[in-house]
C-alpha cells in the first residue's frame, strides 16, 4: 500500500474525475480529494491544506488549465501538476508543457498516470530536498559572513588595545570604552573597576555622544544596578527594554537598552564594561559574543597596565624613602631636611601641601617648622597646645587623624583662617614618633577630597617614621653641638678662673699671664701658626704658671732671693702643671707650654732638660715671651729692667736660653710695635 495522496482535481466532470479517482485507488494510493471549477477556488484550496498533486481538465467552461498553471505559479507552491485533456493535439500539449505544467495525459490512455505522478513525486522531493540545502548553504554562508565580520571587528579592537596598553591606566580605560563605542550608535560606554578594598565601582572612563547627560551615580558591588550584577555573577547582562527592568538604575533618561559585561582576569571579576544605547534591544547575540572575547583582552591589559603602574610606584616610593635616607645622613641642617622630606610628600602621596609641626618640648607646644605647596603664609604662625586642634590631638593620642572633608568640621578647625584661605578639603595629621617621644606632627592638606587606598596610606606611614628619624638625628646633633660648645665654654672659663687666681695671689707679677698670652699669640699668628692650633696656645700660656699653686707662699712671694732649697721647690712648678693638667683630655694639647716653658735651647733649663728641637715650637716662643715681660717687670726682689736692657738680654741668651731663629722673630715683632 502506497502512502496517502492529496489530490485537487481541477475538473467540471464529476465522472471525468472518478474515473481518475479510480485510476489512483488502483495504483495503490489512499487518497484524499477536493474538486474544484473556479479560480477563487482554487486559491481557496491553496489556502486550506498543502497538496501533493494537482490533476487539471485541459478544457472546462469557466477557465483553462495554462490559467489554473498561472495561479499555481503565482502562488508560488511547488506541486506537480499534470493536465488531462479529451483529445490529443499535439500544439496543445506543448504549450501547455512550456507553460510549466509537469505531464500531459490523454483520457483514454490513463495507464501512464501512475508512473507519472511516481516520477513527479520523486522529482518534488528532489526539488524540496535541493532546496533546503541550498537554504542551509545560504545559511551557513550568512554566518560565516557574520563570524568573519566579527574577527574583523576583533581584530580591530584588539589592536587599539596593544597600542594602548603601555600608557597609563585611566588613558587605558578611554582607549577600551572608545573602541566599545565603534561598534555601536546612540550608546555611551563607562569602564568601571571594582576597588576590593572598598567594594565601590569606580568609573574610569565614560564615552559616548551622550555621556554628558549620564549621572554619574554611586555604585557599589552589593548595591543595585546590572553594572553590580554583572560582576557579582560574572556573567554578561543583556537587557533589551531597561524600563522594565528592576535591576536597572536610571542613570540616563534616554536609555533603552544595557549590556553589562564583566571584566574578567583568571577568576577574579575586576570590573565591567558597560555599554547603554538609547535604542530598545541594540544588542544581539554577536554583540555578546564580540563584547566577550574582547572583555577578555581589556581586562588583561587593564590588569597589566595596573601591575606596571603600582611596581612604578612602588620603586618610585622606595627610591623616595631612600632619598630622605640618604639626606639625613649627608646633612643634620634641619630646615634643609624638612624642606627635603616635604617635596617627597607632595610629590609621592600627590597631595597639594604638607607642612611639619615640631613639639617644642618645655612649652608642650606644636610649632611650625617647614611648609609646602601654601598659598598663603598663614601656617607659618602655627601654635597649638599638646591636645589642641587635630594636630594636638594626633601628637597627644599618637595617632593618625584622617578628615575628610574639613569643610563639613569648620568648628572644630581651629585654624580657619588658614581653611577660608587656602580651601582646604582633605586633611592628615601624622604623629612623629622617634624612640617613643612624640617629636611634632607631619599634616597633609588636599584642596580636594581625597579617597586614600591602602597603598597610600601604607606610605604615608613609612614617610612618618622617616620624617620622625630625620628630626631626632638633626634635633640630637643640634643637642651634640650646643652641649659641646657649652662644655668649651665652660673649660675655658675654668682656665680663665684658675689663671686669673693665680695672678691674685702673685700680686706682683699681676697682668703678666694676660700680657703674655697675648703677645705670644700676636708672634704665634704673625708667624703662621694655624688658628686650630692657636686656640691651645692660647689655653697653654693662660697656664703657664699653673704648677706655681703647688708652691709655698713663703717660697712664691719672698722678697729676697731663693735658697738652693727654695729653688729646688720653685723648679717644681712646670712638673706640677704637667701632673695637674695631663689628666684632663680637653687639655692635652695645650700641655707644651705649662710643661716646657723652662726648657733651654743649650738643654741647661729644667724640668727635664730637653735641649734644642726636642722642645715643643709653642714652648721655645713663649720662653722668650715670658722672660721679656718678667725682667721688664718689677719684683719683690728686684726692680724691672729698661726695654734695652731687656732687649739685649735677650739677644745676649739666643742660643743660649733661647732658639736663635725665635728671637729673630721676635725681634722682628718687638720692632713692629
Ligand atoms: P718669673 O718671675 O716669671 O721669671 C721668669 C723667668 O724670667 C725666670 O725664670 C728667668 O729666666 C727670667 N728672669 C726673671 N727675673 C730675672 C732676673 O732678675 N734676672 C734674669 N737674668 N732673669 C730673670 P727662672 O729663673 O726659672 O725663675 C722662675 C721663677 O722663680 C720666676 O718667675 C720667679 O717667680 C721665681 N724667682 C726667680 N728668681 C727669684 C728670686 O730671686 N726671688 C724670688 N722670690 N723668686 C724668684
Ligand atoms: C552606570 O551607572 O553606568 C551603571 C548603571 C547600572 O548599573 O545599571
Ligand atoms: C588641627 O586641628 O590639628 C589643626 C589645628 C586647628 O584646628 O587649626
Ligand atoms: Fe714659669
Ligand atoms: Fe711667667
Same mark, same amino acid.
Given at each position: 500500500?502506497?502512502?496517502?495522496?492529496?489530490?485537487?482535481?481541477?475538473?467540471?466532470?464529476?465522472?471525468?474525475?472518478?474515473?481518475?479517482?479510480?485510476?489512483?485507488?488502483?495504483?495503490?494510493?489512499?487518497?484524499?480529494?477536493?474538486?474544484?471549477?473556479?479560480?477563487?477556488?482554487?486559491?481557496?484550496?491553496?489556502?486550506?491544506?498543502?497538496?501533493?498533486?494537482?490533476?487539471?481538465?485541459?478544457?472546462?467552461?469557466?477557465?483553462?488549465?495554462?490559467? #489554473?498553471?498561472?495561479? !499555481?505559479?503565482? =502562488? *508560488? &507552491?511547488?506541486?506537480?501538476? @499534470?493536465?488531462?485533456?479529451?483529445? %490529443?493535439?499535439?500544439?496543445?500539449?506543448?504549450?501547455?508543457?512550456?507553460?510549466?505544467?509537469?505531464?500531459?495525459?490523454?483520457?483514454?490512455?490513463?495507464?501512464?498516470?501512475?508512473?507519472?505522478?511516481?516520477?513527479?513525486?520523486?522529482?518534488?522531493?528532489?526539488?524540496?530536498?535541493?532546496?533546503?540545502?541550498?537554504?542551509?548553504?545560504?545559511?551557513?554562508?550568512?554566518?560565516?559572513?557574520?563570524?568573519?565580520?566579527?574577527?574583523?571587528?576583533?581584530?580591530?579592537?584588539?589592536?587599539?588595545?596593544?597600542?594602548?596598553?603601555?600608557?597609563?591606566?585611566?588613558?587605558?580605560?578611554?582607549?577600551?570604552?572608545?573602541?566599545?563605542?565603534?561598534?555601536?550608535?546612540?550608546?555611551?560606554?563607562?569602564?568601571?573597576?571594582?576597588?576590593?578594598?572598598?567594594?565601590?565601582?569606580?568609573?574610569?572612563?565614560?564615552?559616548?555622544?551622550?555621556?554628558?547627560?549620564?549621572?554619574? #551615580?554611586?555604585?557599589? !558591588?552589593?548595591? =543595585? *544596578? &546590572?553594572?553590580?550584577?554583572? @560582576?557579582?555573577?560574572?556573567?554578561? %547582562?543583556?537587557?533589551?527594554?531597561?524600563?522594565?527592568?528592576?535591576?536597572?538604575?536610571?542613570?540616563?533618561?534616554?536609555?533603552?537598552?544595557?549590556?553589562?559585561?564583566?571584566?574578567?582576569?583568571?577568576?577574579?571579576?575586576?570590573?565591567?564594561?558597560?555599554?547603554?544605547?538609547?535604542?530598545?534591544?541594540?544588542?544581539?547575540?554577536?554583540?555578546?559574543?564580540?563584547?566577550?572575547?574582547?572583555?577578555?583582552?581589556?581586562?588583561?591589559?587593564?590588569?597589566?597596565?595596573?601591575?606596571?603602574?603600582?611596581?612604578?610606584?612602588?620603586?618610585?616610593?622606595?627610591?623616595?624613602?631612600?632619598?630622605?635616607?640618604?639626606?639625613?645622613?649627608?646633612?643634620?641642617?634641619?630646615?634643609?631636611?624638612?624642606?627635603?622630606?616635604?617635596?617627597?610628600?607632595?610629590?609621592?602621596?600627590?597631595?597639594?601641601?604638607?607642612?611639619?609641626?615640631?613639639?617644642?618640648?618645655?612649652?608642650?607646644?606644636?610649632?611650625?617648622?617647614?611648609?609646602?605647596?601654601?598659598?598663603?603664609?598663614?601656617?607659618?604662625?602655627?601654635?597649638?597646645?599638646?591636645?589642641?586642634?587635630?594636630?594636638?590631638?594626633?601628637?597627644?593620642?599618637?595617632?593618625?587623624?584622617?578628615?575628610?572633608?574639613?569643610?563639613?568640621?569648620?568648628?572644630?578647625?581651629?585654624?580657619?583662617?588658614?581653611?577660608?584661605?587656602?580651601?582646604?578639603?582633605?586633611?592628615?595629621?601624622?604623629?612623629?614618633?622617634?624612640?617613643?617621644?612624640?617629636?611634632?606632627?607631619?599634616?597633609?592638606?588636599?584642596?580636594?577630597?581625597?579617597?586614600?587606598?591602602?597603598?597610600?596610606?601604607?606610605?604615608?606611614?613609612?614617610?612618618?617614621?622617616?620624617?620622625?628619624?630625620?628630626?631626632?638625628?638633626?634635633?640630637?646633633?643640634?643637642?651634640?653641638?650646643?652641649?659641646?660648645?657649652?662644655?668649651?665654654?665652660?673649660?675655658?672659663?675654668?682656665?680663665?678662673?684658675?689663671?686669673?687666681?693665680?695672678?691674685?695671689?702673685?700680686?706682683?707679677?699681676?697682668?703678666?699671664?694676660?700680657?703674655?698670652?697675648?703677645?705670644?699669640?700676636?708672634?704665634?699668628?704673625?708667624?703662621?701658626?694655624?688658628?686650630?692650633?692657636?686656640?691651645?696656645?692660647?689655653?697653654?700660656?693662660?697656664?703657664?704658671?699653673?704648677?706655681?699653686?703647688?708652691?709655698?707662699?713663703?717660697?712664691?712671694?719672698?722678697?729676697?732671693?731663693?735658697?738652693?732649697?727654695?729653688?729646688?721647690?720653685?723648679?717644681?712648678?712646670?712638673?706640677?702643671?704637667?701632673?695637674?693638667?695631663?689628666?684632663?683630655?680637653?687639655?692635652?694639647?695645650?700641655?707644651?707650654?705649662?710643661?716646657?716653658?723652662?726648657?733651654?735651647?743649650?738643654?741647661?733649663?729644667?724640668?727635664?732638660?730637653?735641649?734644642?728641637?726636642?722642645?715643643?715650637?709653642?714652648?721655645?716662643?713663649?720662653?722668650?715671651?715670658?722672660?721679656?715681660?718678667?725682667?721688664?717687670?718689677?719684683?719683690?726682689?728686684?726692680?724691672?729692667?729698661?726695654?734695652?736692657?731687656?732687649?739685649?738680654?735677650?739677644?745676649?741668651?739666643?742660643?743660649?736660653?733661647?732658639?736663635?731663629?725665635?728671637?729673630?722673630?721676635?725681634?722682628?715683632?718687638?720692632?713692629?710695635?
Amino acid at each position: 500500500m502506497n502512502s496517502n495522496l492529496r489530490v485537487l482535481f481541477i475538473e467540471d466532470s464529476e465522472n471525468d474525475m472518478l474515473l481518475l479517482l479510480r485510476e489512483l485507488q488502483k495504483g495503490g494510493y489512499e487518497v484524499e480529494w477536493e474538486r474544484v471549477q473556479t479560480a477563487p477556488d482554487i486559491e481557496d484550496a491553496f489556502a486550506r491544506r498543502p497538496w501533493d498533486l494537482i490533476v487539471c481538465d485541459y478544457s472546462m467552461p469557466s477557465m483553462s488549465a495554462p490559467q #489554473a498553471l498561472a495561479i !499555481l505559479q503565482k =502562488s *508560488g &507552491l511547488d506541486i506537480p501538476f @499534470i493536465i488531462i485533456s479529451g483529445t %490529443i493535439g499535439e500544439e496543445v500539449a506543448v504549450s501547455a508543457l512550456k507553460s510549466g505544467a509537469n505531464d500531459f495525459l490523454v483520457k483514454g490512455k490513463l495507464a501512464r498516470l501512475i508512473p507519472a505522478i511516481e516520477r513527479e513525486m520523486k522529482e518534488a522531493r528532489n526539488r524540496r530536498e535541493r532546496k533546503q540545502a541550498e537554504d542551509m548553504l545560504n545559511r551557513q554562508d550568512e554566518e560565516l559572513r557574520q563570524r568573519s565580520n566579527e574577527l574583523a571587528r576583533l581584530y580591530r579592537a584588539s589592536e587599539s588595545l596593544l597600542s594602548g596598553a603601555m600608557t597609563n591606566l585611566t588613558g587605558l580605560a578611554s582607549t577600551i570604552v572608545l573602541t566599545v563605542l565603534r561598534e555601536f550608535e546612540h550608546s555611551n560606554c563607562s569602564l568601571l573597576l571594582l576597588n576590593k578594598e572598598t567594594n565601590e565601582l569606580e568609573r574610569l572612563a565614560i564615552e559616548g555622544p551622550y555621556a554628558s547627560q549620564v549621572k554619574n #551615580a554611586k555604585l557599589n !558591588l552589593n548595591g =543595585s *544596578g &546590572l553594572a553590580a550584577k554583572a @560582576i557579582r555573577s560574572g556573567h554578561i %547582562i543583556n537587557v533589551p527594554e531597561v524600563t522594565a527592568d528592576p535591576d536597572y538604575i536610571r542613570n540616563w533618561d534616554a536609555a533603552r537598552s544595557e549590556m553589562v559585561i564583566p571584566l574578567q582576569f583568571g577568576n577574579e571579576v575586576i570590573g565591567a564594561l558597560d555599554v547603554q544605547s538609547s535604542e530598545p534591544a541594540a544588542f544581539e547575540a554577536n554583540d555578546e559574543r564580540l563584547m566577550t572575547i574582547f572583555a577578555e583582552r581589556a581586562a588583561l591589559a587593564l590588569e597589566r597596565t595596573r601591575l606596571h603602574e603600582q611596581t612604578l610606584r612602588q620603586v618610585e616610593r622606595l627610591s623616595s624613602l631612600r632619598r630622605i635616607d640618604f639626606a639625613i645622613s649627608t646633612t643634620f641642617d634641619l630646615r634643609l631636611l624638612l624642606n627635603i622630606v616635604l617635596e617627597q610628600v607632595l610629590t609621592q602621596l600627590s597631595v597639594d601641601a604638607a607642612s611639619v609641626l615640631l613639639l617644642q618640648p618645655g612649652i608642650q607646644q606644636l610649632e611650625f617648622a617647614a611648609g609646602r605647596g601654601f598659598h598663603s603664609r598663614i601656617i607659618e604662625s602655627t601654635r597649638l597646645k599638646l591636645g589642641e586642634g587635630y594636630a594636638g590631638q594626633s601628637a597627644l593620642e599618637k595617632r593618625i587623624i584622617h578628615i575628610k572633608n574639613l569643610a563639613e568640621y569648620k568648628e572644630s578647625f581651629i585654624r580657619n583662617e588658614l581653611l577660608s584661605k587656602e580651601n582646604f578639603a582633605t586633611y592628615f595629621a601624622v604623629p612623629l614618633i622617634a624612640k617613643g617621644e612624640v617629636k611634632g606632627v607631619l599634616e597633609i592638606f588636599n584642596r580636594t577630597v581625597l579617597v586614600p587606598n591602602m597603598e597610600w596610606l601604607d606610605f604615608l606611614d613609612a614617610l612618618g617614621w622617616q620624617t620622625a628619624i630625620a628630626i631626632d638625628n638633626a634635633l640630637l646633633f643640634e643637642g651634640i653641638q650646643r652641649s659641646n660648645l657649652d662644655l668649651q665654654l665652660a673649660y675655658d672659663a675654668t682656665i680663665e678662673g684658675w689663671s686669673h687666681a693665680l695672678d691674685l695671689r702673685d700680686k706682683e707679677t699681676e697682668g703678666h699671664t694676660l700680657r703674655v698670652t697675648e703677645m705670644t699669640l700676636k708672634l704665634a699668628r704673625s708667624i703662621g701658626i694655624n688658628e686650630d692650633q692657636l686656640i691651645h696656645i692660647r689655653r697653654g700660656a693662660l697656664l703657664h704658671d699653673i704648677g706655681k699653686m703647688g708652691v709655698p707662699d713663703n717660697i712664691l712671694l719672698k722678697p729676697d732671693k731663693l735658697t738652693d732649697d727654695e729653688w729646688v721647690i720653685m723648679k717644681r712648678h712646670p712638673q706640677f702643671a704637667f701632673e695637674m693638667l695631663q689628666p684632663i683630655a680637653y687639655l692635652k694639647e695645650a700641655l707644651d707650654i705649662p710643661y716646657c716653658h723652662h726648657e733651654k735651647w743649650d738643654g741647661t733649663g729644667y724640668p727635664r732638660g730637653l735641649k734644642g728641637e726636642l722642645i715643643p715650637f709653642s714652648a721655645r716662643i713663649f720662653a722668650i715671651v715670658d722672660v721679656w715681660d718678667a725682667v721688664t717687670s718689677n719684683r719683690p726682689y728686684r726692680p724691672g729692667w729698661t726695654r734695652e736692657k731687656a732687649l739685649e738680654y735677650i739677644r745676649d741668651q739666643s742660643g743660649k736660653h733661647f732658639d736663635p731663629q725665635a728671637v729673630e722673630m721676635f725681634l722682628k715683632e718687638i720692632h713692629i710695635d
